[in-house]
T-cell receptor, first 112, second 117 residues
Framework: SQKIEQNSEALNIQEGKTATLTCNYT??????LQWYRQDPGRGPVFLLL?????KEKRKERLKVTFDTTLKQSLFHITASQPADSATYLC???????????FGTGTRLKVLA | SAVISQKPSRDICQRGTSLTIQCQVD?????MFWYRQQPGQSLTLIAT?????????ESGFVIDKFPISRPNLTFSTLTVSNMSPEDSSIYLC??????????????FGPGTRLTVL
């Protein structure tokens, strides 16, 4: 079955550094992949979508890469700020449907 | 984009009772989904809410326990029936537009935090 893995351990980094989060998937070749941000007690908020034919996508301080050979996506936040502290989820569409599978998310904490 | 609201935002309920959660979208969406999220866990899809017809449930979820309605393109309800403490969770509604290759973006409501005593 399709499976998504994100590092369940929290990631602590110093303000101003680049945070890199990893999303690995197996048993699937998705047409695209999404990243969401979730704050405590809130619903996820869509950040970026990257398609299989795109190696890299950027939005302000965010950058996402998609390696279909490695079955991996990397999510980068450059010049990180304490306000970036949240849980970041990756999501893949399930094959042949409009539904998504979400990873467990990685909690990021940016230290001032 | 779409803005999604949910009511109630939280509730504390007694075992054996039922709670209906409402989800309202400010624009028409093709797809609406209901998820459950246990503390520290990822989102688990409960069902796809279909307009004017029965919802499509995921494995492990049944209509008798989680009846869902979607009378139009912007509104849906999820009922958690005959509740037990194991139903304590955050329930999330989401909506999206079906693009050429699926719902490219899902918009989520703020969630309903349910505690069952």
């Amino acid at each position: 079955s399709q499976k998504i893995e994100q590092n369940s351990e929290a990631l602590n980094i110093q303000e101003g550094k680049t945070a890199t989060l990893t999303c690995n998937y197996t048993n699937y070749s998705p047409a695209y992949l999404q990243w969401y941000r979730q704050d405590p007690g809130r619903g996820p908020v869509f950040l970026l979508l990257i398609r299989e034919n795109e190696k890299e996508k950027r939005k302000e301080r965010l950058k996402v890469t998609f390696d279909t050979t490695l079955k991996q996506s990397l999510f980068h936040i450059t010049a990180s700020q304490p306000a970036d502290s949240a849980t970041y989820l990756c999501a893949l569409p399930t094959s042949g449907t409009y539904k998504y599978i979400f990873g467990t998310g990685t909690r990021l904490k940016v230290l001032a | 984009s779409a803005v999604i609201s949910q009511k109630p935002s939280r509730d504390i309920c007694q075992r054996g009772t039922s709670l209906t959660i409402q989800c309202q979208v400010d624009s028409q969406v093709t797809m609406m989904f209901w998820y459950r999220q246990q503390p520290g866990q990822s989102l688990t899809l409960i069902a796809t809410a279909n307009q004017g017809s029965e919802a499509t449930y995921e494995s492990g979820f049944v209509i008798d326990k989680f009846p869902i309605s979607r009378p139009n393109l912007t509104f849906s309800t999820l009922t958690v029936s005959n509740m037990s403490p194991e139903d304590s969770s955050i329930y999330l509604c989401s909506g999206g537009l079906a693009g050429g290759r699926g719902t490219d973006t899902q918009y989520f409501g703020p969630g309903t935090r349910l505690t069952v005593l």
